[in-house]
């Protein structure tokens, strides 16, 4: 919407700022033994969700600011609370007796809810980055200690999480969304990795040369 920012801090804590005057205009607390260690709001206009990362979890949120209309908010709310119903109504894929699935998606307490923090998703590992598709309904999170389970695209309309790669070559730094085409980049310590999201299969690999890479791969540098 461009009339808010928002922090997360080593106090479990993440925050959002008003743009015009610098002040503080809602926070809550996340985790008082993490810090939050990414933040990244949902793409579209049709919402004013925030997405937040401590430790295992992952928040999706809807900060409480004057300047958002009471439809907003309720659109935003919404948005959120419908896959919950999808879950309910038996729509989840089956997994294998004993296998635990990637990601347990929940609500997070009444005391989180009531601040406006209303889904936690928890998954395997520390989570270091999330980074949405422009539509607003996949947002993909990675974990760089999570080897197999290192990189997860979540869909938010039907609270599924999946694991796209069973193998995964070097430890995962971040991964991106193409912002037209069904591509999708990860970037490893030393190779960028492009993948097609319709076909499931390796498109191109690239090595910059970097000892170290860890920063988000843009389409036009891959050549994707």
Known sequence: MGISVASGGDDGTVRVWELLTGRQ??????????????????????SFILSAAAGEDIFLMVPSHASVAPALDKASRDILAAGFGYATNGNQPTLPVGKEPPAKWARPGTKLEDEGVLVRITVRKTVKVISWHRRGDHFATV???????????HTLSKHLTQIPFRKLSGLAQTAAFHPLRPLFFVATQRTIRCYDLQKLELVKVVQPGAKWYVSSPHPCDVGC
């Open 25 to 46: 205009v809602w926070s809550a607390k996340l985790s008082s033994d993490e810090p939050v260690n990414a933040v990244r709001w949902r793409p579209v206009k049709d």
């Open 143 to 153: 974990s760089p200690s999570g080897q197999r389970s290192s990189v997860a695209i």
